[in-house]
């Protein structure tokens, strides 16, 4: 069956733009989590949903950063005004629900701010 | 906070075996995980381990779990060429659903 699909898989913009980074969850899992991986760093949590609940915030690195998930499917994370600092990947992962243990990643968007 | 620590890289030879090494501090960890980032590729789950565990094999890896040292290592046997990839270590507290990853470690396969 189909993995968790990310697009676009490289996306290079101008400092100040926005972006918005896409993720396909696999059909049926009610987790989704986004992460940022910096080069020699381990992954950093940025926001988790759960079904319908409200989502988890507490990694947005700052007010710039927001995701939603529309119809518990399909997530946006939306990043405004960005700044060379937002330069990373961005991995999008999904899990059958919360307490099931392995995350299915997907490949990732990488950001590069200019 | 709560870390996981883990060397950046490991070199072997091919056919000898790879012990990757992880350290970690939140004592309430219940699962502890390694994934797998081969080049271009998504993260993918190799193994994880039990906090009431101290082994866990399943082919070629084995994992060892020391809960007092709060240690754990990912070893590989009879490595291949197919083994390069980075190697991610991360914990599960009881009360959360987030995991805490180690920065990686990069397995590089000698001839």
């Known amino acids: 069956g189909a993995g968790v699909s990310q697009s676009p898989s490289n996306k290079v913009t101008e400092k100040g733009k926005d972006v918005e980074l896409r993720c396909d969850p696999i059909s049926g899992h009610t987790a989704l989590y986004w992460y940022r991986q910096s080069l020699g760093q381990g992954l950093e949590f940025l926001i988790y949903?759960?079904?319908?609940?409200?989502?988890?915030k507490s990694g947005l690195p700052s007010d710039r950063f927001s995701a939603e998930r529309t119809g518990g499917s399909v997530s946006t994370l939306t990043i405004q005004r960005t700044q060379q600092e937002d330069s990373a990947v961005y991995l999008c992962?999904?899990?059958?629900?919360?307490?099931?243990?392995?995350?299915?990643f997907g490949p990732g968007t990488r950001l590069t701010v200019l | 906070g709560e870390d996981v620590e883990q060397s950046l890289f490991l070199s072997v030879r091919e056919g000898d075996s790879s012990v990757i090494n992880c350290t970690y501090t939140d004592s309430s960890s219940t699962y502890l995980y390694w994934y797998k980032q081969e080049p271009g590729a998504g993260l993918q789950l190799l193994t994880y381990?039990?906090?009431n565990m101290d082994m866990k094999q399943d082919q070629r890896l084995t994992v060892l779990l020391n809960k007092k040292d709060k240690h754990l290592s990912l070893r590989i046997a009879d490595t291949q060429t197919g083994d390069s990839a980075i190697y991610f270590c991360a914990e599960r507290g009881d009360s959360n659903y987030q995991l805490i990853w180690g920065a990686g470690t990069k397995l590089i396969i000698k001839p």
């Open positions: 949903f759960q079904g319908n609940s409200a989502p988890d």
């Open positions: 992962a999904s899990s059958r629900d919360r307490a099931n243990n392995e995350q299915f």
């Open positions: 381990i039990f906090s």
